[in-house]
């Protein structure tokens, strides 16, 4: 299966996004979604978190002005279970959950809601001690994650596990954890999903999105499966649809050639 790439843009944390939020701009919403969805977004990430008290109304209105605008479905992006759940509420397609982790209040609430829903989940390796501090204990989540989803009938393919990257900057064991906890996801679990954010590796360095591109090559070759990206970066698309190909996932180059004649690979 192709990589599914989860469309970032749709943020609250960015300005542009912010302000056309702010303002009801659905106009501006529509544009970016579509753009999204013709460069290869599997799914529309939406985030409204960032602006405080107007996250419920933030997010009823962005899936409104989203769903009319394209038929990919949406990644309801919340760390807040009520958000989730209002938000589940409104999809039109199968949306992606993001997010459960093993962090009590979350997995607590986040179970029983999800249980008998049709819909993908992301599961964060994250618990209560906070982030995993080696690739054996972001597998370790990993299994408990999956063994709690599939025990209330989420099937494996639809369990998409994030390691959570973290920054190079101040460690330079993460770049190679990430890899190994890939590699170790699927070994452990196989036919499941695994995706990520990637800016979390370059934090703190220039040159951010040569280090992502890298990074988002490396990742792809221990097994990830998708990842949260912009679709609008042509580079990073690039990477995604080269790397599609090598793994003799794009029959007769077809992806790759028309991306190409499209001016988007050069
Ligand atoms: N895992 C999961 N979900 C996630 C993340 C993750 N959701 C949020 C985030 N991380 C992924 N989404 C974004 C959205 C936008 C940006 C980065 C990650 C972004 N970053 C630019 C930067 O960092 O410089 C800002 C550029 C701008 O303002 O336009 O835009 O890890 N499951």
Request: proline content about 5%; glycine content about 8%; aromatic content about 6%.
């Amino acid at each position: 299966m192709k990589f599914t790439v989860i469309g970032e843009r749709i943020n609250t944390s960015r300005i542009a996004v912010r302000d056309a939020v702010a303002a009801r701009d659905a106009a501006y919403i529509v544009e970016d979604v579509k753009r999204q969805e013709a460069a290869g977004a599997a799914y529309i990430d939406v985030n409204a978190g960032a602006r405080l008290g107007h996250e419920t109304e933030d997010m009823e209105w962005l899936l409104a002005t989203i769903q009319s605008a394209v038929s990919v479905p949406v990644c309801l992006d919340s760390p807040d279970p009520r958000l989730l759940e209002l938000a589940f509420a409104l999809v039109s397609r199968e949306p992606l959950v993001n997010s459960i982790s093993l962090e009590r209040e979350r997995y607590e609430a986040m179970l029983p809601f999800l249980k008998g829903k049709e819909c993908g989940v992301i599961a964060l390796c994250m618990d209560d001690t906070g982030l995993p501090q080696s690739s054996d204990q972001v597998v370790e989540r990993a299994i408990s994650l999956a063994g709690a989803l599939e025990g209330i009938g989420v099937p494996r393919d639809k369990i998409h596990i994030d390691p959570l990257i973290q920054p190079i900057g101040t460690d330079a064991t993460k770049g190679y954890m990430a890899l190994e906890a890939v590699r170790g996801i699927n070994q452990q679990l196989p036919g499941i999903r695994t995706t990520c954010g990637l800016s979390n590796i370059s934090f703190g360095l220039p040159q951010r999105k040569f280090i992502n591109q890298a990074f988002l090559a490396l990742l792809m070759g221990a097994g990830l499966t998708g990842a949260i990206i912009d679709p609008l970066d042509d580079r990073m698309m690039a990477t995604v649809k080269t790397v599609d190909m090598l793994f003799g996932r794009d029959e007769y180059c077809a992806d790759f050639l028309s991306a190409v004649r499209a001016g988007q690979i050069v």
